[in-house]
């Protein structure tokens, strides 16, 4: 298995514009979660989906950020419209269920200037 | 608010000695724990789990210990390599939460 695959890799866009990062999971996991990773805050969860439902979306900054799975294969994160404040590295992982480790994918490297 | 931290931020071994690495956390519903070793450039990686009715779990090099009576669990790696080099994260999950810490980094000396 080619592990969690994220794309893109790197973003760099402007203050104002839609950004969608995009997530393929590990084929069979059934849960799969979204992270954003910061110098100052750490590794925060930001949502996380259970057969392709999401369960828990609090740690979602704000209206601007919005997570979908139409499928078992696919999910993606978008932020519309985004500020500099929002550049981190974002990272998907899918795991088998909740309660199992989880498999993180590279990460997408996101610059708002 | 729940949270779990980590006593130490940075971490420095020798080659061939042993490392600990703890973690506090504060939330007793939780009852699945994890480390995460992430080094530069990649995402944590997973390295050894427990879940709460154990108080330790071996794996390769690797111990990690729970103590469920002061919230407390710790990552024993023996014999520190440099390829142990990296930041390490405990996370904490139950039935309503899913925490990480912040994470130590561990640098290890040739």
């Known amino acids: 298995d080619a592990g969690v695959i994220q794309s893109p890799r790197h973003e760099v866009t402007e203050m104002g514009q839609e950004v969608t990062l995009r997530c393929k999971p590990i084929?069979?996991?059934?849960?799969l979660f979204w992270y954003r990773q910061t110098m100052m805050r750490g590794l925060e969860l930001l949502i996380y989906?259970?057969?392709?439902?999401?369960?828990?979306d609090s740690g979602m900054p704000e209206d601007r950020f919005s997570a979908k799975m139409p499928n078992a294969s696919f999910s993606t994160l978008k932020i519309q419209p985004s500020e500099p404040r929002d550049s981190a590295v974002y990272f998907c992982a899918s795991s088998r269920d909740y309660y199992n480790e989880q498999f993180f994918g590279p990460g997408t490297r996101l610059t708002v200037l | 608010g729940e949270s779990v931290g980590l006593h130490l931020p940075t971490l420095s071994v020798q080659e061939g000695d042993n490392s600990i690495i703890n973690c506090a956390y504060s939330?007793?519903?939780?009852?699945?724990f994890i480390w995460y070793k992430q080094e530069s450039g990649k995402g944590p990686q997973f390295i050894i789990d427990i879940r709460s009715n154990m108080d330790k779990r071996q794996g390769q090099r690797v111990t990690v210990l729970l103590n469920k009576t002061v919230k407390h669990l710790s990552l024993q790696i023996a014999a520190t390599q440099p390829g142990d080099s990296a930041v390490y994260f405990c996370a904490e999950t139950g039935a309503n939460n899913l925490f990480f810490g912040t994470g130590t980094r561990l640098t290890v000396i040739p």
């Open positions: 939330n007793s519903a939780s009852d699945y």
């Open positions: 084929s069979g996991h059934n849960s």
């Open positions: 989906f259970n057969n392709n439902v999401p369960i828990d």
